[in-house]
């Protein structure tokens, strides 16, 4: 019997850095009553706020969601206020070290940015991110940007001899995520375990970027049954599945180290 289900936040739940549709919102106030939910993302708290909390259901049992921002770095919970539970923090020396190799990185893979909307890159405190064309660029600019990730991962293997105790991870349409080493979506998939007690063969996860060297990967590698969405339709889609099949008193879903 599934207890939790884990989400992904940007290209699972909400289009990049946009708001979650009526649709979602409502299916995951639904989903809240029946079970716990979870969403790790990239994303830093201010995001969650934006995209997620400002839009679920007044009423939904906002004491069964758990958040996990910034690849599960940090760790926050609800008891009538948002609480937060843990932060990795990186120290100033290691941020400063990572926004070099960015900077590098980014020079030396030839990609061509023609426009950047916004700062590139994004000090988050347990993590820094690079959004290649910025944090404020258009969705429209960013989904044709680098579907196959293909220039990402040019820019990611350059960053991984000057930065090699880091955890370099690919996530949304044009971010690059660098936390401390060992410290990604598995890591925010044990701290649930810590936290709820709960077994992984007990969770359920969704996310756009179940592959090797997306963001999402780390959870299905650490043995989470896992299913692969294209977009936020399909995310509905799955919840109304898991509602109506917890109705039955069972979830079905594949077996880890595969997505359906």
């Given at each position: 019997m599934?207890?939790?289900?884990?989400f992904d936040l940007d290209g699972t739940l909400a289009a990049s850095k946009s708001?979650?549709?009526?649709?979602?919102?409502?299916?995951?106030?639904?989903?809240?009553?029946?079970?716990k939910v979870a969403v790790i993302s990239g994303g830093g708290w201010p995001q969650f706020e934006k995209q997620l909390?400002?839009?679920?259901?007044?009423?939904?049992?906002r004491e069964?969601?758990?958040?996990?921002?910034?690849c599960g770095t940090q760790f926050y919970r609800y008891d009538g206020a948002w609480s937060k539970v843990y932060s990795e923090d990186l120290s100033d020396d290691q941020r400063q070290q990572i926004i070099a190799a960015f900077q590098r990185a980014l020079d030396e893979s030839g990609?061509?940015?023609?426009?950047v909307w916004g700062e590139a890159i994004e000090d988050r405190g347990s993590q820094i991110t690079l959004s290649v064309l910025g944090q404020d660029a258009p969705l429209s600019a960013?989904?044709?940007?680098?579907?196959?990730?293909?220039?990402?991962r040019r820019i990611a293997e350059l960053l991984a001899p000057l930065l090699p105790t880091f955890a370099i991870n690919m996530g949304g349409?044009?971010?690059?995520d660098v936390t401390k080493p060992g410290i990604d979506k598995a890591y925010g998939i044990a701290k649930l375990r810590e936290q709820l007690g709960i077994s992984l063969s007990e969770m359920l996860f969704a996310g756009d970027a179940i592959f090797e060297g997306g963001n999402d990967?780390?959870?299905?590698?650490?043995?989470?049954?896992?299913?692969?969405?294209?977009?936020?339709?399909?995310?509905?889609?799955?919840?109304?599945?898991?509602?109506?099949?917890?109705?039955?008193g069972h979830v079905q879903i594949v077996s880890p180290g595969r997505s359906s």
């Open positions: 599934k207890r939790l289900f884990v708001s979650l549709g009526d649709d979602v919102a409502e299916l995951l106030g639904d989903l809240l009553e029946v079970m909390l400002a839009r679920l259901p007044e009423n939904c049992r069964n969601l758990f958040l996990l921002p910034t990609v061509v940015v023609e426009h960013k989904e044709g940007w680098d579907p196959d990730f293909a220039k990402r349409t044009t971010s690059i990967f780390p959870v299905q590698a650490a043995g989470v049954d896992a299913i692969q969405v294209r977009d936020p339709r399909e995310t509905a889609r799955v919840i109304q599945a898991v509602i109506a099949c917890l109705g039955d």
